[in-house]
C-alpha cells in the first residue's frame, strides 16, 4: 500500500463509463436523449399499476439485445443483473478491458444497490399463491425456485466478479438513493490508497412492485412526470437503471496508454440523522457533505461550475438542497468582486426518474458526460420556477458552457449523503 504521502498525490481517472437508461443502453444512446431534453418518464408495464394513485415511470426497454451472448442463457438472472452486465460491459470495454492489464486480484467490484432480484421474487410469490388457490397465472407459468437465486442485492456483485474474472476486494452498500454513489467513493478510496488498481463501480436497481408501492403509499410519486424545483411539482417519479465506471490512477492508465480527461476529485459521506425519509429543511446535512467533498479534493466552492442536482421533485427535497447549495456558495458570492452566481445546476431524474439505488452512478456518468462535452444537462419541464428554489436550473434546454468541476449530490432516506466531486483532467493542481 502506499504511504500517506504518495497517496495524496494520486490522481484517479475515469476510463471507461457504461450505462443502462429508461433514455438509452449505452452512453451515447442516453446523452443524446439528455442533451435533446428528451423525457423517458411513461406508462410502466412491467405489473399491474392499476391500483396506484400513480402509472408513471422511467422503465428501460428493449435491453434484451444488449445483453452478452455468454450471460443470455443463465437463468437466474434477474433484470437487475443483466443492467449491470450490459453497462459493466462497455465501460470496461471503453476502459479498453483493464481485466487484461492488471491482475484479477487487484480489480475491485463495489456496487450500489437497491431492491435486487425483487420482481422476480414477487413473480414467484404472485405464482406460488395462486397455485395455492388452485389456479394459474395469467401467463400460464408455475412458481420456479429459480426466480429467488438473484433476489439479494448483492447478487449483481457476484456477478460482474464471476462474469468478468474479477477477483479483488468486492462490495455491495445499500444505502438507498446514495447507494451507488456511495460505491463510486468507496472505489475511489480503494484506487487512490493503493489497494487495488482498477475498479468497476456503479450502480443497478430495476422497478418492482414493493417500491413501486411503498412510494404511492408515502404520496410521494407524481401522477405526472416529475418537475424537479418547479412551483408546480407534486413528487418524484420513479425509474431503473445502471451505470458504472471504471477506475485507475491517472499514470497508470497513461502507461497503458488509455486517455485521462476525466477524473474523480473527492467525495464525502455524511449521515444526517434528521428524520427517517425527510431532510433538515435547512438543508445542513446536504450543505455539510458538499463542503466536506471539496475539501476532500482540495478544491473551493468557487472551483465548482456545475451541479447534478440529487432533485427529486419532492417539496421538502428540493427545498432543503436548494437552501444547501446557497449556504454551501455564500462565500463565493461574497468573495468575488465582479458579478458572479451560483453554478447553475439540473436535475437528470426529471428524464429518466429516480432510480434509487442506480441514481447516482447514473446522475454520475451524466456529470462526466456534461464535463467531456461541456454542456449542462436541461431540467425538463419547467414553467415557474419555486421561489423558495431561487437557482439556474438549466430549464428545459441544454446549454454549453465552460466548466472543469462539477459535484454529484446523492441524499437518501436516513440521512445517508454522499457528494460526488468530478473533474476534467487539467483541473487538478
Same mark, same amino acid.
Given at each position: ?5 504518495? %497517496? ?27 442533451? =435533446? ?13 392499476? *391500483?396506484?394513485?400513480?402509472?408513471? $415511470? ?11 451472448? %455468454? ?18 460491459? !462497455?465501460? &470496461? ?28 421474487? !414477487? ?32 447478487? +449483481? ?11 479483488? !476486494? ?21 484506487? #487512490? ?8 463501480? @456503479? $450502480? ?28 408546480? *411539482?407534486?413528487?418524484?417519479?420513479? @425509474? ?15 502507461? *497503458? ?14 449521515? !444526517? ?11 445542513? @446535512? ?11 479534493? $482540495?478544491?473551493?466552492? +468557487? ?28 462565500? #463565493? ?9 451560483? /453554478? /447553475? ?5 426529471? %428524464?429518466?426518474?429516480?432510480? &434509487?439505488?442506480? =441514481? ?41 458552457? +465552460? ?27
Amino acid at each position: 500500500m502506499n504511504d500517506d504521502r504518495n %497517496q495524496k498525490t494520486q490522481s484517479v481517472a475515469i476510463t471507461g463509463m457504461g450505462i443502462v437508461s429508461p433514455l438509452g443502453c449505452d452512453v451515447a444512446s442516453h446523452w443524446e436523449g439528455i442533451t =435533446a431534453g428528451r423525457c423517458a418518464i411513461g406508462p410502466i408495464d412491467l405489473f399491474d399499476t392499476s *391500483r396506484h394513485r400513480t402509472h408513471l $415511470g422511467g422503465q428501460v426497454h428493449d435491453f434484451e439485445s444488449r445483453v452478452p451472448a %455468454q450471460a443470455r442463457s443463465i437463468r437466474y438472472l434477474s433484470r437487475s443483473d443483466l443492467f449491470a452486465l450490459i453497462a459493466a460491459a !462497455e465501460a &470496461l470495454a471503453q476502459a479498453g478491458c483493464p481485466q487484461t492489464h492488471y491482475r484479477p486480484e487487484r480489480i475491485a467490484v463495489v456496487v450500489g444497490a437497491g431492491v435486487g432480484g425483487m420482481l422476480l421474487a !414477487e413473480r414467484f410469490v404472485s405464482r406460488y399463491l395462486r397455485s395455492q388457490a388452485g389456479s394459474l397465472c395469467p401467463s400460464g407459468g408455475k412458481a420456479n425456485p429459480l426466480d429467488l437465486v438473484s433476489y439479494s442485492p448483492n447478487y +449483481s456483485t457476484d456477478v460482474l466478479a464471476h462474469f468478468f474474472g474479477l477477483h479483488g !476486494e468486492r462490495a455491495t452498500l445499500a444505502t438507498a438513493c446514495s447507494s451507488s454513489s456511495m460505491a463510486i467513493g468507496w472505489g475511489y478510496d480503494l484506487v #487512490r490508497s493503493g489497494r487495488v488498481d482498477c475498479a468497476l463501480v @456503479g $450502480g443497478t436497481d430495476t422497478l418492482c412492485e414493493l417500491t413501486y408501492a411503498g412510494f404511492n403509499s408515502l404520496r410521494s410519486v407524481d401522477p405526472e412526470p416529475c418537475r424537479p424545483f418547479d412551483a408546480r *411539482r407534486n413528487g418524484l417519479s420513479l @425509474g431503473e437503471g445502471a451505470g458504472f465506471l471504471v477506475l485507475e490512477r491517472a499514470e497508470d492508465a497513461r502507461g *497503458r496508454r488509455r486517455g485521462v480527461d476525466l477524473l474523480v476529485l473527492g467525495y464525502a459521506i455524511r449521515t !444526517e440523522c434528521h428524520h427517517m425519509t425527510a431532510p433538515d429543511p435547512a438543508g445542513k @446535512g446536504a450543505a455539510a457533505v458538499m463542503k466536506a467533498a471539496l475539501r476532500n479534493g $482540495g478544491l473551493v466552492a +468557487s472551483d465548482v461550475g456545475y451541479i447534478n442536482a440529487h432533485g427529486t421533485a419532492t417539496p421538502q427535497n428540493d427545498i432543503a438542497e436548494a437552501a444547501a447549495i446557497v449556504d454551501v456558495f455564500a462565500n #463565493r458570492l461574497e468573495a468575488c468582486s465582479t458579478e458572479a452566481k451560483i /453554478p /447553475p445546476l439540473s436535475s437528470t431524474k426529471s %428524464q429518466i426518474g429516480h432510480a &434509487l439505488g442506480a =441514481a447516482g452512478a447514473l446522475e454520475a456518468v451524466t456529470t462526466a458526460c456534461a464535463l467531456r462535452h461541456q454542456v449542462l444537462p436541461p431540467t425538463i419541464h419547467h414553467e415557474q420556477t419555486d421561489p423558495r428554489c431561487p437557482l439556474d436550473v438549466v430549464p428545459n434546454k441544454a446549454r454549453p458552457a +465552460s466548466f472543469s468541476v462539477a459535484l454529484s449530490n446523492s441524499f437518501a432516506f436516513g440521512g445517508n449523503n454522499c457528494a460526488l466531486v468530478l473533474g476534467k483532467s487539467e483541473c487538478k493542481k
